[in-house]
């Protein structure tokens, strides 16, 4: 239980916190989507899960709160009220997806192994009436203190990076601004930070890198490769994080996971177009190789044409200590390029610009 859901679970229930919690599926789900809130979560923010619950919730509250049986006629709230709440929220101007029809349901029942949480009939939307009660205490209010907390911690965290950001660009030489930069590249970052400072290295690792290409040797031309970000981190991009110009090449941001499927998966989306995977880790990129081989030569079953897909599929691997590399390699000038464009991309990803 995260020590903010506990906090906030002892406040309001006392000695019976723990009887709550265990006894209700939908604060164990949010405890397991709130992980962002620490520097070491590997899992992203999950807002369209959260804010579509809390949208529900929130006029919940005011209507039904307590009213057990009057709550039991509700036919739901209309999507378009709902989704208008979860874009005035926190981080939610841009959500690209709603999780109302499927997602949080399909994700709680595969976690909860239980019922829908989300009610749906014809465009409108309710909570199950099971997961609002425990032991037959309304939890709703006490819900909603557990997703503004999570909110304002976000926040909190979204404002201490950007403090830092202000303050490094006030450092003046060349090795301090690196110390501060290394310290923020680990297998410990946020995973959005951690796409962001990625592709600012590699984009200004690349930028000095120039090829010749044409449709003939009498007609070669020159040109710097150029690295682009194809949208936010939360974007549902088909594996596609990072897109490389003029050669074409795919960069995805990932991580290391208790198996390797979401790599072959990624692979999967773009039909085996080769992938050049960006990982958040310190292992070496040899031990990464070596274990996405050995899990491709299980989940092929040993037969040759699967195990060239996907292994022909891997372009290359970069892990941090190439990213580290990099970085510490490139020009005091270029390392302000570098800043520069974290500060552009996060304030993007923020919607501060």
């Avoid at 989306?269 to 990464?288: A, E, G, L, Q």
Wanted: glycine letters at 4%; a positive charge; one cysteine or more.
């Amino acid at each position: 239980m995260r020590e903010f859901i506990e906090k906030i679970l002892r406040e309001d229930y006392k000695k019976n916190f723990k009887t709550i919690f265990n006894n209700s599926p939908l604060l164990q789900y949010l405890d397991i989507k709130m992980g962002a809130v620490y520097g070491s979560s590997k899992t992203r923010r999950s807002l369209a899960n959260i804010y579509a619950i809390y949208s529900i919730l929130n006029f919940y509250v005011d209507d039904f709160y307590n009213k057990k049986e009057q709550y039991k006629s509700f036919t739901g709230y209309p999507y378009t009220k709902l989704f208008s709440f979860c874009r005035g929220l926190y981080g939610g101007e841009k959500l690209q997806n709603h999780a109302l029809n499927s997602r949080v349901n399909g994700e709680f029942r595969n976690k909860e192994n239980t019922k829908d949480l989300i009610i749906t009939d014809n465009g409108k939307y309710a909570l199950h009436i099971d997961f609002l009660y425990v032991n037959g205490i309304d939890i709703s209010k006490t819900t909603i203190k557990i997703i503004k907390k999570y909110i304002q911690l976000l926040q909190d965290k979204d404002n201490a990076f950007m403090k830092d950001l202000v303050e490094l660009k006030k450092v003046n030489t060349r090795e301090s601004k690196l110390e501060k930069l290394l310290s923020m590249l680990t297998d410990k970052s946020e995973a959005r930070i951690f796409e962001i400072i990625s592709y600012a290295i590699l984009k200004n690792h690349y930028k000095g890198i120039k090829i010749y290409w044409g449709y003939s040797r009498e007609n070669l031309q020159q040109e710097y490769l150029t690295l682009y970000k194809t949208g936010r981190t939360n974007a549902n991009d088909g594996g596609i994080d990072f897109v490389m110009k003029p050669l074409g090449r795919f960069f995805q941001v990932t991580e290391v996971m208790e198996n390797y499927d979401k790599y072959l998966l990624d692979i999967d989306k773009v039909m085996h177009f080769p992938i050049t995977f960006v990982i958040k880790t310190t292992k070496s990129k040899n031990i990464i190789k070596k274990e996405i081989d050995k899990y491709i030569q299980f989940k092929s079953g040993g037969m040759e044409m699967l195990i060239k897909r996907y292994k022909n599929a891997i372009e290359e691997i970069i892990t941090i200590n190439e990213l580290k590399k990099w970085m510490i390699d490139l020009l005091s000038n270029d390392i302000n390029h570098l800043i520069n464009d974290i500060e552009i991309y996060y304030k993007l990803e923020m919607n501060l610009i």
